[in-house]
């Protein structure tokens, strides 16, 4: 059996828009993919709301993507998939292209340290609008916040196709829901890991 890590923030966690729980693991994109991959894949969900990929977060480690990801790694893993950095772009960093290219290089790093045949996918998140700053994560993010997340796709795209890994632009397929402009409702949870399954069968 294969493993699969989904690592990742919010999104990946399965936060809720509007009300801040967390969706089961029948709504869920990583929850539909360890059913829809079961028995020849276990698939390990790591997501953690407010996680940053590329900068310290201050409020614990948990929170800082490479800081974490370690705890969650091994040699066995086979698959790895990134889908974070959207949070990189709030306000309280002062994150550019620079820092968001060695950010995601370092995780790319971390992880092929414990298995260097490990595949893995850059999932870039959709990118933030106007909406966010009149909403409830407004605190969070600014009109820089917007312009940060709208390059995330060009540098996952780039350091995809530096290190030959799979790369998946979520701003293709799903937007946001409205209720809070961050976060997916639950039809873009199910595109999501539609989406994953069918690459992941034809790729693994």
């Known amino acids: 059996m294969k493993k699969i890590l989904c690592f990742g923030d919010s999104n990946t966690f399965g936060f809720i828009p509007g009300s801040g729980k967390r969706y089961d693991e029948k709504t869920r994109w990583t929850g539909i993919l360890k ?3 079961h028995p020849d894949f276990n698939v390990i969900e790591a997501g953690c709301n407010n996680r940053t990929g590329f900068v310290l977060n201050p409020e614990n480690e948990e929170l800082t993507g490479f ?5 969650y790694m091994s040699n066995d893993i086979d698959v790895l998939i990134l889908a974070l950095g959207i949070n990189d772009t709030q306000l309280f960093y002062s994150t550019d292209e620079e820092i968001i290219t060695q950010g995601i290089e370092k995780l790319i790093g971390i992880a092929k340290n414990f298995n260097p045949n490990i595949k893995i996918m850059l999932v870039s998140p959709s990118c933030l609008d106007e909406n966010v700053l009149n ?7 600014n009109k820089n916040s917007i ?11 780039q350091a995809a196709e530096k290190y030959k890994l799979e790369y998946l632009n979520l701003d293709e397929y799903v937007k946001v829901s409205k209720k809070d402009d961050l976060h997916y409702e639950e039809k873009e949870h199910a595109v999501i890991a539609q989406i994953l399954t069918e690459r992941i069968l034809r790729e693994y």
Do not use: T
Not at 67 to 71: C, I, T, V
Not at 149 to 155: M, Q, R
């Open 135 to 141: 909403g409830f994560f407004s605190f969070q993010f």
């Open 67 to 71: 800081l974490a990801l370690p705890k």
């Open 147 to 157: 312009e940060k997340s709208k390059k995330l796709a060009d540098i996952y795209k």
């Open 35 to 37: 059913q829809n991959l």
